[in-house]
């Protein structure tokens, strides 16, 4: 494991809230407006906010799929990471852009639950982050025609199963937006 070292500062990530992405995901506006709420807590706060961009044949670079969803108060000055895996760390740039804004703690909002909120989450652990899932700031499409369970469960067993996240040197936590603490 490689942990971040000398590093006290939280980052909140928003993965992959981008129109093509969350069309039709499942509490799509209570989901968008808790984002919002924690993106506008996280300035006020002096909490830098990463948004990550997914890429690939479905979500073209520039396309109006691609773009983060108008609801969101998404600022020129913010970092963005564009990725083409579920893990926003894989080839991507996000662990030096956490290493230069001091991040040893990353809270993870956004989507699809069930594949690059978990990859995210599972990355961030791995390389050494404490890491916060928002229990009520991420969302997922119905995937049940692919055998999936109904998109409440992905979420509440995301949910449960982070909570009990365990190894060494690190943290791993699930608080709802109402109770989160930056500054924890």
Request: with cysteine.
């Amino acid at each position: 494991m490689t942990a971040p070292t000398d590093r006290s500062g939280t980052a909140l990530l928003v993965i992959d809230v981008q129109t093509g992405v969350v069309e039709r995901a499942h509490e799509r506006a209570a989901v968008l407006a808790t984002i919002a709420g924690l993106v506008e807590r996280a300035r006020a706060e002096q909490v830098p906010v990463v948004w990550v961009q997914q890429t690939d044949d479905n979500l073209a670079h520039g396309s109006d799929p691609w773009q983060v969803v108008p609801e969101l108060p998404r600022e020129a000055s913010d970092p963005a990471i564009e990725k083409a895996y579920g893990d926003s760390f894989e080839a991507t740039e996000l662990e030096s852009v956490l290493a230069g804004l001091g991040v040893g703690r990353v809270i993870v909002t956004g989507a699809q639950t069930d594949a690059c909120v978990r990859s995210t989450l599972h990355g961030a652990f791995v390389r050494g982050y404490d890491t916060t899932l928002v229990s009520d700031a991420h969302t997922t499409e119905d995937l049940t025609s692919y055998g999936a369970p109904p998109p409440a469960q992905v979420i509440a067993h995301t949910n449960l199963y982070w909570a009990y996240q365990t190894a060494p040197g690190r943290t791993a936590s699930v608080t709802t937006a109402e109770e989160l603490d930056f500054q924890a």
